[in-house]
């Protein structure tokens, strides 16, 4: 089970950070990624993360801004998002799915695993 929080309301250019916890599994052997869907369009890839910590990869609309991490022994993974945009408003949701390789997984379909999503809202 994945259950992601932090979302909430911030101005432009403001930052938040959002967390996925998991429960139940060893974190350490899976690959997490975040997604974001907008009201009225399909959910896309934000950010990924390699199961040890080692590989990360961003969406070009994120890069520089966002930074995705991850703590085993805490079994979370965090999204911090910096220089927030009014089209950064989304669901963030975060995924995860059991991999043997040391790889960043970034199409929807390869997870197995989901949080039910957080709303970030931005706008002054």
């Known amino acids: 089970q994945l259950q992601a929080s932090g979302g909430g309301l911030v101005q432009p250019g403001g930052s938040l950070r959002l967390s996925c916890a998991a429960s139940?599994?060893?974190?350490?052997?899976?690959?997490v990624g975040w997604f974001r869907q907008a009201p009225g369009k399909e959910r896309v890839f934000v950010a990924g993360?390699?199961?040890?910590?080692?590989?990360?990869y961003y969406a070009d609309s994120v890069k520089g801004r966002f930074t995705i991490s991850r703590d085993n022994a805490k079994n979370t993974v965090y999204l911090q998002m910096n220089s927030l945009k009014p089209e950064d408003t989304a669901v963030y949701y975060c995924?995860?799915?059991?991999?043997?390789?040391?790889?960043?997984?970034?199409?929807?379909?390869?997870?197995?695993?989901w949080g039910q999503g957080t709303l970030v809202t931005v706008s002054s």
């Open positions: 139940g599994r060893t974190f350490s052997s899976y690959a």
């Open positions: 995924a995860a799915t059991r991999t043997p390789f040391i790889v960043v997984i970034t199409t929807a379909i390869s997870y197995d695993y």
């Open positions: 993360i390699a199961k040890n910590g080692g590989r990360t």
